[in-house]
């Protein structure tokens, strides 16, 4: 190892502890408030100056910035903000020591907040990243142990050739050494499904989508989120295949699509070839199973099952669970001895005249119910409706202006319309809620379904052949295609993840004893390659800068818009704790708190982005201003 003879032990030192550092803040980044998400990187960079330069900051600067910095944060706690709150703040310290004084003491607290950063993260999300993570932390604070060793007799000192190579086989023999009772807590020791903090701070969950009622004209816009699902295992289907059910929606409170008691009728009969999938779902508050459409049956977890094929767990999926699901695809499903007509035709408690005129021309046609399907149909396409998620109708009649003025909207503006015409024309009718498509993960046998492939779909029943399902959104101009492959580097990635979470859900201890045995009689006959531990070594140091700068780029929000929203929204969080959810939309939200300064936030930004259009560079000026206001402690 000849580039070990050039370097001093301090200069080592100090890069381990640079990269030790960064190795805690990655994985908490995300989750930080702007101070510490940007003083970090900023100290970092600040600190290898003055190391080249052989300075530092002196404790009489450092010491009041620490306490400065704790009042700040201190002043806004409570305990719903308990582990944000410890978060921000260790990683602000360990930015503040990476300044000060370099010496065996302050690099060892260095070392100990890195970890505490690290530890934090697991509050928010256990994953294999996190393993990966934690195993490059001790690995590089094996090495830097044994160093300090050498810096505390002398901090000039130099390793010939030789000694690195003494000092390297010590350093790696720590965790080597360590392995034994590693292997002894994964088979004692159980696994968290979910991160600490769930636990601490409630059953949260993550919203997948899903909802018990449908109002189109809420909101003039919907973000999509392309948070993780599900991951089902099962072999590659047709994209026209790709409908995930979830939810019947079948009758109305007021103008709202709501879920009600099902009538007594027998189950559906479903008749086709069956598709077994084995399915992962996100934790979620959400208590509907997921299953291509339509699920016959469903195994793996304590359920009821509604005789309109929907199945409901008996508690929330606030945990790592796996079921198993079988599903007959597209066929109708029959129901002998008939559906409750009534039930499926009643209808909303206002309805604008064009769609009254429009069902009482259909219904007077003269026509069977399959040619008013097909002229409705026509209806359709001949509107020339464009799919959109932005500018969408809004006001007391919005499925008029969809149909007749603005046309314009999503799936469930389509989903609505269209099975409210059916039921004016005499043809009972009810919305599916679920996901459309899926990107197929052919190095995990996997599709995965992400949150904004949330979709609505209706089913109609036709006399003989029992419930149809149609989706109109597919009769829009500029429909988009949902199903895709997964591709590139993000595939082995989340393969990676989904086979974390699997393991975590599936062994159980006769499994871990028989990996453990397996991976003892590998490892006996491991034979590493000559260069193996140089070459290694190299590479880490390579790719660690590369990892932060892409984890960095990969979270970083993608335009300049996406960017002061998300300042805007923590401000706002700091400012009224408790009270932003981030779940409603920037209308409601400016409503409700009545803070003019965001009203004013809501405006410029709307008129922009809701009306597909870049903010203009006085506007983003305004916009950042407003922030700035928004930050101040002082109402």
């Not at 919203?207 to 991951?231: C, H, M, N, W, Y």
């Not at 259909?362 to 399959?370: H, M, Q, T, V, Y």
Request: positive net charge; glycine residues 8%; aromatic residues 10%.
């Amino acid at each position: 190892m000849p580039f070990m003879a050039k370097l001093k032990i301090e200069k080592l030192l100090n890069l381990l502890a640079g990269c030790i550092a960064l190795l805690g803040y990655l994985p908490l980044q995300p989750y930080l408030d702007p101070l510490p998400s940007y003083f970090f990187p900023a100290s970092l960079l600040i600190a290898f100056y003055l190391q080249r330069s052989g300075r530092a900051l002196p404790a009489r600067l450092l010491t009041p910035l620490s306490i400065a910095l704790f009042l700040y944060y201190a002043a806004g706690f409570s305990m719903d903000r308990l582990v944000p709150v410890t978060g921000d703040l260790l990683v602000l310290f360990l930015a503040v020591r990476l300044l000060g004084e370099r010496s065996g003491r302050h690099y060892l607290q260095a070392f100990a907040l890195s970890l505490f950063c690290l530890a934090a993260s697991s509050l928010y999300e256990i994953s294999a990243v996190f393993l990966l993570y934690l195993l490059l932390l001790l690995l590089l604070l094996a090495v830097s142990l044994v160093l300090i060793t050498f810096h505390a007799q002398d901090p000039a000192i130099s390793l010939t050739p030789e000694q690195g190579k003494r000092v390297l086989s010590v350093s790696l023999f720590i965790p080597v050494a360590s392995l034994p009772i590693l292997l002894v807590l994964f088979v004692l020791l159980p696994r968290t499904q979910y991160p600490l903090w769930h636990f601490l701070n409630g059953a949260a969950g993550k919203k997948t989508g899903l909802s018990d009622s449908i109002q189109p004209g809420e909101t003039a816009s919907v973000t999509e989120v392309k948070g993780a699902v599900l991951r089902a295992v099962t072999g590659k289907l047709p994209e026209e295949k790709l409908y995930w059910r979830g939810i019947v929606l079948n009758g109305f409170r007021g103008n709202s699509w709501v879920r009600l008691p099902v009538p007594e009728e027998l189950p559906p009969v479903q008749r086709g070839s069956a598709v077994v999938q084995e399915i992962y779902p996100e934790r979620s508050q959400n208590s509907y199973l997921l299953a291509l459409n339509t699920p016959r049956s469903i195994t793996g977890v304590r359920h009821d099952e509604a005789n309109d094929a929907v199945f409901i767990s008996r508690r929330p999926l606030d945990r790592k669970v796996k079921y198993v699901a079988t599903s007959v695809l597209g066929g109708a499903l029959e129901v002998k001895r008939g559906i409750d007509r009534d039930f499926y035709l009643q209808l909303p408690a206002t309805l604008p005249e064009r769609m009254l005129a429009k069902g009482r021309e259909l219904a007077r046609a003269g026509l069977d119910p399959r040619e008013r399907m097909k002229l409705l149909e026509g209806f359709f396409r001949n509107q020339r409706i464009t799919y959109a998620n932005t500018d969408l109708p809004v006001g007391p009649q919005p499925l008029d202006s969809f149909l007749f003025d603005k046309r314009r909207g999503n799936c469930e503006y389509f989903a609505s319309s269209y099975a409210t015409l059916l039921r004016l024309a005499g043809i009972p009718s009810r919305l599916v809620g679920g996901y459309r498509g899926g990107s197929y993960n052919d190095m995990g046998g996997y599709y995965l379904v992400t949150e904004d492939m949330a979709h609505v779909w209706v089913e109609a029943y036709l006399d003989g052949a029992g419930w149809q399902t149609i989706d109109p959104s597919a009769w829009a101009v500029g429909a988009a295609r949902r199903g895709a492959a997964a591709r590139g580097l993000s595939m082995y990635v989340d393969a990676v993840s989904f086979y974390w979470d699997k393991a975590v859900v599936s062994y159980d201890l006769d499994k871990q004893i028989a990996l453990v045995r397996r991976a003892g009689n590998k490892a006996r006959d491991l034979r590493l390659p000559d260069g193996f531990v140089r070459g290694a070594l190299v590479l880490l140091f390579l790719a660690l800068p590369a990892a932060g700068i892409g984890y960095w780029l990969r979270k970083r929000p993608a335009s300049r818009e996406e960017r002061v929203l998300r300042s805007m929204l923590r401000a706002a969080r700091k400012r009224y704790p408790g009270e932003v959810s981030g779940e409603e939309g920037l209308f409601e939200l400016s409503v409700r708190l009545g803070d003019p300064r965001i009203r004013e936030f809501t405006a410029i930004y709307g008129a922009a982005v809701y009306r597909d259009r870049p903010l203009r560079r006085e506007e983003l000026a305004r916009l950042k201003e407003i922030v700035r206001e928004l930050r101040q402690h002082d109402p």
